[in-house]
């Protein structure tokens, strides 16, 4: 399980370095995308174990995404954690309504970041 591939569709290089050194630090391999059509190109073509989703992205936004991901062939299993600071009361209800499987709030908490995805991938093997 920790050398699953996960899948980071993120708009700020910053967070997309930080988890990405945070995730191979615990073996996991990482893909990246910095806009949602780009992420769902790799997405289709790598079919990664698990996607971590930006909410705020650019163009296509993270719950539109997410629908798409859930209406593709070969992904409509692939867990999906909603990575965003969209923190208000609904938020996390908006993002599960919209086929994400967990919600991870901005600031991320790397210390627990790995226990999440783990978990997620988990839940996903049972």
Do not use: H, W
Not at 15 to 32: D, Q, T
Not at 79 to 99: C, F, H, Q, S, Y
């Amino acid at each position: 399980m920790s050398n699953a591939c996960i899948l980071y569709i993120e708009d700020n290089p910053e967070n997309r370095l930080l988890v990405k050194r945070v995730l191979e630090a615990e073996g996991f391999s990482i893909l990246e995308a910095a806009d949602g059509m780009t992420g769902l190109e790799i997405a289709i073509q790598q079919q990664p174990d698990l996607i971590l989703l930006d909410i705020n992205l650019p163009e296509v936004d993270g719950y539109d995404l997410a629908r798409r991901f859930r209406d593709t062939p070969g992904l409509q299993k692939v867990p999906i954690l909603a990575v965003t600071a969209n923190v208000m009361k609904g938020d996390r209800e908006r993002t599960l309504a919209a086929g994400c499987d967990g919600y991870i709030p901005k600031p991320l908490d790397i210390d627990r970041l790995p226990m999440q995805i783990k978990a997620a991938l988990q839940k996903n093997c049972e």
